[in-house]
């Protein structure tokens, strides 16, 4: 297996290589980044080489992730979701699964809640939980999420974050709090949801925020702020047309930030996003509310997709940033694997 270093990697080509990674977690200063083939390939991004043999698992694995104890936690084909041990280096199984999940959360007392299309389900009780109620005028469901949910995320008072994207006609949140077993219906205020697909949650010491980008026709991307889930425009960018000095007769179309996902980085206290010119760091103490005032960290090579089922424009290519340290990250593409940043280049683990 090669690491590509992408500084020095011009991608040139439109097909998409078949053993491509496609998630992964950060456990004991190794990403492990799970394969197409349901395999599980393990970096140790300290010395920045491939470890081989590590995780040996024979049935097909297709969700990766970690408990509220950091421990690596993995969905297969056979119905199971197992926990990783570190000191026998094998896979317990903690729950079997009916409906499919998306993904899982776990609260902060470990309980594990799935993330299915026909509702949140409390794994332990064994109760599914669900809402019909869009706050998109134009999304209507019956019984189920017509469509599988872009993101999901559990915040630090245990409430589910649900967030949808549906291209031109906006995208859709739910907000599940697992104390009081209810939907809370959040104050949007001036964001206008029918505009803005959802791309991520994350959370500082004192907010969540949700990230949204959109290519079609145009671009468009913004991070909203939620205070006690009343939102408010974090950073807002839209395209616009701007005059050139002597030649006003000719404006300049200046394209605005197709923003995918985005984090918090506790170790500098900044906000980092990604978007078609990059990833971009901002100090969340000082005004980000234009682009400016934004750090742009790298600007990777990665290969874009063409064509989207409800929006002209191509796909968002980035769907996660994970912080490991002060200047280092880790990035899952939709074509070009996992990437990890060491603080000085991208490095793609293929």
Partial sequence: MKFIHLLLFLVISFNIDAQINTDFVVYNDQIWSLTKDGKIDVFDYKNETKVENLISYSDTIYIITKDKNNIPIIIDNKNAIKKYDNQTK??????????????????????????????????KSGKTYFSNKSLNHQIHYNDNWSRRALTFFMDKDDNIWIGFGYGEWGGDIFIFNTKSKKFIVPELGKFEIELYPVKSFFEDENYVYLSSGLAHMSTSGCIVQFDKFHASFFFKSESEWQKVSGDENKPKYIPAQYIGPATFNKYNNSIYFYSQDGIFKGDVKKNLSELKDWENIIKPNLQWKVGQPDAVGSPMNVSRITIIANDKFVIQTQNNGVGYFNGKELILIN
């Fill in 90 to 123: 094998s896979w317990s199984k903690i729950y079997n699964y009916i409906k499919k999940p998306l993904g899982v959360l776990f609260d902060k007392e470990n309980n594990c809640y799935s993330i299915t299309e026909k509702g949140i389900i409390n794994l």
